[in-house]
């Protein structure tokens, strides 16, 4: 069986130097907060092109830290999409916000811009001010943030990128997670660039935001044991700080094969019945996960796993539909009806760095068998 996803093989493709990178952290004797995560944060600022990056225990992390710096919380709403990792919305509420959920744009599965900016104008009644708006590049795909940025720009709501699902992805050949006024990105083992347990990174421009949030990771400290500010437990550890080291790098290169993987897919599924990820001009795609979409999808899944492909559903249920969530959280005006339709169809393939051509070929004779 070929799996939907292998971080596994992430690693095996690195060992010797993730190896001796874990080595060199613990023979160093310092294990959280030390000179592997200040090094990964000056080199993933520089690949990103930001000024400032600040590790932390995990993306949900990230996010919330930044709602945090950015002073967002309780008496604020924060919009974002219900077609998403649930830990977008985990987030907005760890930081004591009020989460407001957008439908999607159905051909890229992204916020729908003209609902953002309808909303802002004129907010659904009984809620708190929006305050911020968490744009979710999902799958690997920008989303269409030109008319996100002016609208929150015209009314002073902070843009925040969740690029958990983007890393290196890019739109105006500028890379996500430089627009906004911060920038969350999960290091999951999965993720584009993940590592070996949970591990997040923030990124901005604004220094005294990450000095702000650098502090909040660890109690509030700007003096060691002393809070200046409330703050909470999330520091990104030295031996995932080394792995992601090794592994940054080569982040370019493993995207660029997501890439030609996803092009293999496109031909074998040409002339039949299911169509490709449709992929937003002017924007570079990295493929996190490569979606199809089917009414039939059961019965597709079913046929794949039979001829040994795993696949995958991202996501089989809307935040607003999960019972943690259903009837209490605010939607907007189009009630997610894009959202719901599609989670009922979506399934994912196998896309990772590591997939063998001879895989690639076997994934695809079997997308086209499908539409015989």
Sequence with gaps: MIPQAAPGAGYLAQQPAIDAAVQRALASGWYILGREGEAFEREFAAWLGVTRAVGCANGTDALALILRGLGIGAGCTVATVSHTAVATVAAIEMAGATPLLLDIDPDTYTMDPEELAAVIEDPPPGLPPLRAAIAVHLYGQACDLDPMLEACGEAGVALIEDCAQSHGATLHGRKLGTFGAAAAFSLYPTKNLGALGDAGVLATDDGALADRIAAIRQYGWEERYISTMAGVNS??????????????????????????????????????????????????????????????????????????????????????????????????????????????????????PELTDAEVERIGAALRDLGR
């Design 235 to 352: 520091r990104l550890d030295e031996i995932q700080a080394a792995i992601l080291r090794v592994k940054l790098p080569v982040l370019d290169a493993g995207n660029a094969r997501r890439r030609a993987i996803a092009d293999a897919y496109d031909a074998a599924l040409a002339g039949g019945p299911l169509a490709p990820p449709q992929r937003r001009a002017d924007a570079e795609h990295v493929f996190h996960q490569y979606v199809l979409r089917s009414p039939h999808r059961a019965d597709l899944m079913a046929r794949l796993r039979a001829a040994g492909i795993g696949t995958g559903i991202h996501y089989p249920m809307p935040v607003h539909l999960q019972p943690a969530y259903r009837h209490r959280v605010a939607l907007g005006p189009a009630g997610c009806t894009e959202t719901a339709s599609a989670a009922g169809e979506v399934f994912s393939l196998p896309i990772y």
